[in-house]
Protein backbone atom coordinates (compact mmCIF):
# COMPACT_ATOMS: atom_id res chain seq x y z
CA UNK A 1 0.00 0.00 0.00
CA UNK A 2 1.22 3.55 -0.11
CA UNK A 3 3.15 4.71 2.23
CA UNK A 4 4.97 8.13 4.13
CA UNK A 5 8.21 7.84 4.97
CA UNK A 6 8.81 10.56 8.10
CA UNK A 7 11.97 11.23 9.90
CA UNK A 8 13.90 10.94 11.81
CA UNK A 9 11.22 8.79 14.02
CA UNK A 10 12.93 11.06 17.83
CA UNK A 11 15.20 14.06 18.23
CA UNK A 12 16.68 14.85 21.61
CA UNK A 13 17.44 18.77 21.26
CA UNK A 14 18.56 21.56 23.64
CA UNK A 15 15.64 24.10 24.63
CA UNK A 16 15.89 27.29 21.80
CA UNK A 17 17.61 24.95 18.84
CA UNK A 18 15.69 24.67 15.84
CA UNK A 19 14.01 21.27 14.68
CA UNK A 20 13.88 20.03 11.29
CA UNK A 21 11.56 16.89 10.05
CA UNK A 22 10.29 15.69 6.60
CA UNK A 23 8.02 12.92 5.00
CA UNK A 24 8.55 11.62 1.93
CA UNK A 25 6.69 8.95 -0.39
CA UNK A 26 6.63 7.31 -3.94
CA UNK A 27 2.78 8.53 -4.34
CA UNK A 28 1.56 12.05 -5.36
CA UNK A 29 -0.39 14.14 -3.17
CA UNK A 30 -2.65 17.39 -3.32
CA UNK A 31 -2.36 17.83 0.16
CA UNK A 32 -0.13 17.54 3.08
CA UNK A 33 -1.31 17.87 6.83
CA UNK A 34 1.07 18.56 9.77
CA UNK A 35 -0.52 17.45 13.50
CA UNK A 36 0.92 17.52 16.92
CA UNK A 37 -0.12 14.87 19.38
CA UNK A 38 0.06 15.55 23.26
CA UNK A 39 0.13 12.33 25.38
CA UNK A 40 -3.32 11.11 25.71
CA UNK A 41 -5.04 13.28 23.05
CA UNK A 42 -5.77 13.83 19.27
CA UNK A 43 -3.39 15.03 16.88
CA UNK A 44 -4.03 19.00 16.55
CA UNK A 45 -3.78 19.89 13.16
CA UNK A 46 -0.73 22.78 12.95
CA UNK A 47 -0.54 23.53 9.37
CA UNK A 48 -2.11 22.28 5.82
CA UNK A 49 -0.32 22.91 2.63
CA UNK A 50 -2.68 22.81 -0.64
CA UNK A 51 -0.70 23.75 -3.20
CA UNK A 52 3.06 22.44 -4.92
CA UNK A 53 5.91 24.68 -3.72
CA UNK A 54 3.69 26.70 -0.72
CA UNK A 55 5.57 27.56 2.32
CA UNK A 56 2.96 28.32 4.81
CA UNK A 57 4.22 29.85 8.62
CA UNK A 58 2.47 29.32 11.98
CA UNK A 59 4.31 30.97 14.59
CA UNK A 60 7.54 29.40 15.15
CA UNK A 61 6.56 26.45 12.76
CA UNK A 62 7.11 26.37 8.84
CA UNK A 63 5.91 23.61 6.66
CA UNK A 64 6.48 23.35 2.89
CA UNK A 65 5.02 20.92 -0.10
CA UNK A 66 7.78 19.74 -2.26
CA UNK A 67 7.66 20.80 -5.69
CA UNK A 68 7.38 16.82 -6.56
CA UNK A 69 4.36 16.85 -4.49
CA UNK A 70 6.12 13.40 -2.89
CA UNK A 71 7.23 15.11 0.11
CA UNK A 72 7.23 18.20 2.35
CA UNK A 73 8.94 19.20 5.75
CA UNK A 74 8.07 21.21 8.91
CA UNK A 75 10.71 23.12 10.72
CA UNK A 76 10.39 24.86 14.49
CA UNK A 77 12.54 27.58 15.07
CA UNK A 78 13.58 28.30 18.67
CA UNK A 79 12.07 25.41 20.39
CA UNK A 80 10.29 25.31 23.74
CA UNK A 81 9.87 22.82 26.66
CA UNK A 82 5.82 22.92 24.80
CA UNK A 83 6.93 21.47 21.58
CA UNK A 84 7.57 18.54 23.15
CA UNK A 85 5.49 15.71 21.74
CA UNK A 86 4.63 13.75 18.37
CA UNK A 87 4.55 14.92 15.36
CA UNK A 88 2.77 13.56 12.22
CA UNK A 89 2.79 13.89 8.74
CA UNK A 90 -0.58 13.34 6.66
CA UNK A 91 -1.24 13.76 2.97
CA UNK A 92 -4.39 13.34 0.74
CA UNK A 93 -3.97 11.22 -1.97
CA UNK A 94 -4.24 12.50 -5.16
CA UNK A 95 -6.68 10.01 -6.76
CA UNK A 96 -8.95 9.83 -3.69
CA UNK A 97 -10.23 11.14 -0.71
CA UNK A 98 -8.25 8.96 1.57
CA UNK A 99 -5.76 10.77 4.30
CA UNK A 100 -2.72 8.48 5.29
CA UNK A 101 -0.46 9.13 7.89
CA UNK A 102 3.53 8.99 8.80
CA UNK A 103 4.37 7.15 11.61
CA UNK A 104 5.55 10.05 13.99
CA UNK A 105 8.43 12.31 14.88
CA UNK A 106 8.72 11.98 18.32
CA UNK A 107 10.13 15.37 19.92
CA UNK A 108 12.55 15.77 23.04
CA UNK A 109 13.43 18.65 24.53
CA UNK A 110 16.69 18.76 27.29
CA UNK A 111 16.65 21.83 29.58
CA UNK B 1 -20.38 22.89 19.67
CA UNK B 2 -18.67 19.30 21.06
CA UNK B 3 -16.36 19.18 17.77
CA UNK B 4 -15.50 14.96 17.22
CA UNK B 5 -17.06 13.08 20.01
CA UNK B 6 -15.69 9.93 20.47
CA UNK B 7 -17.17 7.07 23.28
CA UNK B 8 -16.46 5.59 25.32
CA UNK B 9 -12.63 6.88 26.42
CA UNK B 10 -12.04 3.22 28.04
CA UNK B 11 -12.76 -0.02 27.48
CA UNK B 12 -11.69 -3.48 28.23
CA UNK B 13 -12.86 -6.75 26.05
CA UNK B 14 -12.41 -10.58 26.00
CA UNK B 15 -11.86 -12.16 23.10
CA UNK B 16 -14.39 -12.98 20.79
CA UNK B 17 -16.56 -10.11 22.48
CA UNK B 18 -18.42 -7.75 20.11
CA UNK B 19 -18.93 -3.53 20.83
CA UNK B 20 -19.00 -0.83 18.69
CA UNK B 21 -17.12 2.76 19.09
CA UNK B 22 -19.13 5.65 18.54
CA UNK B 23 -18.36 8.88 16.63
CA UNK B 24 -20.50 11.64 16.43
CA UNK B 25 -19.98 15.49 14.93
CA UNK B 26 -21.77 18.58 15.19
CA UNK B 27 -19.85 20.19 12.48
CA UNK B 28 -21.78 19.35 9.39
CA UNK B 29 -18.34 17.28 8.02
CA UNK B 30 -18.96 14.72 5.09
CA UNK B 31 -15.89 13.20 5.45
CA UNK B 32 -15.55 10.60 8.70
CA UNK B 33 -12.67 7.96 9.45
CA UNK B 34 -11.43 5.75 11.98
CA UNK B 35 -8.04 5.61 12.31
CA UNK B 36 -5.95 2.79 14.88
CA UNK B 37 -2.26 4.32 16.76
CA UNK B 38 -0.40 1.46 17.87
CA UNK B 39 3.35 2.17 19.11
CA UNK B 40 5.88 3.02 16.53
CA UNK B 41 2.95 2.28 13.82
CA UNK B 42 1.26 6.22 13.89
CA UNK B 43 -2.04 6.21 12.88
CA UNK B 44 -3.62 3.25 10.03
CA UNK B 45 -6.89 4.22 8.02
CA UNK B 46 -9.38 1.62 9.21
CA UNK B 47 -12.60 2.70 7.14
CA UNK B 48 -13.91 6.37 6.00
CA UNK B 49 -16.58 7.85 4.60
CA UNK B 50 -17.21 10.69 2.04
CA UNK B 51 -20.82 11.17 2.81
CA UNK B 52 -24.05 9.16 3.99
CA UNK B 53 -24.55 5.98 3.28
CA UNK B 54 -20.99 5.79 1.19
CA UNK B 55 -18.18 3.94 2.85
CA UNK B 56 -14.83 2.71 2.37
CA UNK B 57 -11.72 0.43 3.42
CA UNK B 58 -8.51 2.45 4.43
CA UNK B 59 -5.17 0.46 5.03
CA UNK B 60 -6.33 -2.29 7.79
CA UNK B 61 -9.87 -2.73 7.44
CA UNK B 62 -10.04 -6.60 8.06
CA UNK B 63 -11.76 -7.24 11.72
CA UNK B 64 -13.98 -4.07 11.86
CA UNK B 65 -17.20 -3.10 9.80
CA UNK B 66 -18.74 0.74 9.59
CA UNK B 67 -22.12 2.15 8.66
CA UNK B 68 -22.90 5.69 7.96
CA UNK B 69 -26.71 6.04 8.03
CA UNK B 70 -26.50 10.03 8.96
CA UNK B 71 -23.87 12.51 8.84
CA UNK B 72 -23.17 12.96 12.36
CA UNK B 73 -21.89 9.66 13.41
CA UNK B 74 -19.67 7.05 12.21
CA UNK B 75 -19.80 4.39 14.74
CA UNK B 76 -17.17 1.53 14.02
CA UNK B 77 -17.87 -2.34 15.40
CA UNK B 78 -15.83 -5.02 16.44
CA UNK B 79 -17.69 -8.28 15.78
CA UNK B 80 -15.46 -10.62 17.55
CA UNK B 81 -12.77 -9.10 19.53
CA UNK B 82 -9.13 -10.27 18.56
CA UNK B 83 -5.83 -9.49 21.27
CA UNK B 84 -4.30 -7.70 17.98
CA UNK B 85 -7.46 -4.99 18.03
CA UNK B 86 -6.10 -3.45 21.71
CA UNK B 87 -5.01 -0.31 20.18
CA UNK B 88 -6.19 3.37 20.72
CA UNK B 89 -9.22 4.54 18.21
CA UNK B 90 -9.29 8.00 16.80
CA UNK B 91 -12.52 8.92 14.74
CA UNK B 92 -11.17 12.15 12.34
CA UNK B 93 -13.77 14.18 10.28
CA UNK B 94 -13.15 17.17 7.56
CA UNK B 95 -15.30 18.99 4.92
CA UNK B 96 -16.24 17.13 1.91
CA UNK B 97 -13.84 19.73 0.29
CA UNK B 98 -11.01 17.87 -1.63
CA UNK B 99 -8.79 19.66 0.52
CA UNK B 100 -9.99 20.11 4.04
CA UNK B 101 -7.58 18.67 6.40
CA UNK B 102 -9.17 16.49 9.35
CA UNK B 103 -9.86 17.05 12.81
CA UNK B 104 -9.75 14.68 15.45
CA UNK B 105 -11.26 12.98 18.54
CA UNK B 106 -9.73 12.32 21.56
CA UNK B 107 -9.79 8.75 21.27
CA UNK B 108 -11.20 5.46 22.87
CA UNK B 109 -8.38 3.41 24.30
CA UNK B 110 -9.51 -0.38 23.74
CA UNK B 111 -7.65 -3.29 25.99
CA UNK B 112 -8.51 -6.80 24.42
CA UNK B 113 -7.56 -9.94 26.60
Known amino acids: GQQLNQSPQSMFIQEGEDVSMNCTSSSIFNTWLWYKQDPGEGPVLLIALYKAGELTSNGRLTAQFGITRKDSFLNISASIPSDVGIYFC???????????FGKGTRLHILP | NAGVTQTPKFQVLKTGQSMTLQCAQDMNHEYMSWYRQDPGMGLRLIHYSVGAGITDQGEVPNGYNVSRSTTEDFPLRLLSAAPSQTSVYFC????????????FGNGTRLTVT
Open chain 2, 92 to 103: ATGRGAKNSPLH
Open chain 1, 90 to 100: AGRLNRDDKII
